[in-house]
């Protein structure tokens, strides 16, 4: 089945540092990638929608600044947390859209920032 | 805009037994219906969906959803479950007008599975 890899996992970086996060459709084409977020015990919260080409679609109240988001391939997204604070410790998940409505999620990746 | 309550942050039951996870939602517009599953180290996996049709629907693993509009839940169950059923499960809606993609899930509900 089609998979979506999430890299990395886990990271820990200095207040002020900025972290990248990759997110790759496997064995399919992607048009569309989301980036969501989630707290402990909370929902998981779509902070932006990633279309291969353009660019990508902010949810209110997500900084995009702050969170930068490129869809440079159509297997390829990435999310760069910019100037990463202790506040943006969190856990954050990408999802993939492949054709005939499937949406395939990464394994997510902890960000906690000292 | 839509919202997911799943009431039960974790639910205890020993291997064999009957399960129930609840959700309900709420929405001003027609919606989809998701659970989604994320077992340890992996990433959420549609376990079942209701789109239209039989508000009963199934999994191939022997979970099954009804949707119920009146009360607009969508709880699922599991007559009988097993140690690998130990895993978070969400509950998701979309706006049939945005269709599928844009999700908002509930907070989750670990479901511990013991011998």
């Known amino acids: 089945g089609a998979v979506v890899s999430q890299h990395p996992s886990r990271v820990i970086c200095k207040s002020g540092?900025?972290?990248?996060?990759?997110?790759?459709?496997?064995?399919?084409?992607?048009?569309?990638?989301?980036?969501?977020?989630?707290?402990?015990?909370?929902?998981?919260?779509?902070?932006?929608?990633?279309?291969?080409?353009?660019?990508?679609?902010?949810?209110?109240?997500?900084?995009?600044?702050k969170f930068l988001i490129n869809h440079a391939s159509l297997t390829l997204s990435t999310l760069t947390v910019t100037s990463a604070h202790p506040e943006d410790s969190s856990f954050y998940i990408c999802s993939a859209h492949e054709l005939n409505e499937k949406l395939f999620f990464g394994s997510g990746t902890q960000l906690s920032v000292l | 805009a839509q919202s997911?309550?799943?009431?039960?942050?974790?639910?205890?039951?020993?291997?064999?037994?009957?399960?129930?996870?609840?959700?309900?939602?709420?929405s001003s517009v027609s919606v989809y219906l998701f659970w989604y599953v994320q077992y340890p180290n992996q990433g959420l996996q549609l376990l079942l969906k209701y789109l239209s049709g039989s508000t009963l629907?199934?999994?191939?693993?022997?979970?099954?959803?009804?949707?119920?509009?009146?009360?607009?839940?969508?709880?699922?169950?599991?007559?009988?479950?097993?140690?690998?059923?130990?895993?978070?499960?969400f509950c998701a809606v979309s706006d049939?007008?945005?269709?599928?993609?844009?999700?908002v899930f509930g907070t989750g509900t670990r479901l511990l599975v013991s011998p």
């Not at chain 1, 707290?39 to 919260?45: A, E, I, N, Q």
């Not at chain 2, 039960?8 to 939602?25: I, K």
């Open chain 2, 96 to 103: 049939q007008g945005t269709g599928f993609q844009k999700l």
């Open chain 1, 17 to 65: 540092t900025s972290v990248k996060i990759e997110c790759r459709s496997l064995d399919f084409q992607a048009t569309t990638m989301f980036w969501y977020r989630q707290f402990p015990k909370k929902s998981l919260m779509l902070m932006a929608t990633s279309n291969e080409g353009s660019k990508a679609t902010y949810e209110q109240g997500v900084e995009k600044d």
């Open chain 2, 57 to 89: 629907v199934e999994s191939i693993n022997g979970f099954e959803a009804e949707f119920n509009k009146s009360q607009t839940s969508f709880h699922l169950r599991k007559p009988s479950v097993h140690i690998s059923d130990t895993a978070e499960y």
């Open chain 2, 4 to 26: 997911v309550t799943q009431l039960d942050s974790q639910v205890p039951v020993f291997e064999e037994a009957p399960v129930e996870l609840r959700c309900n939602y709420s």
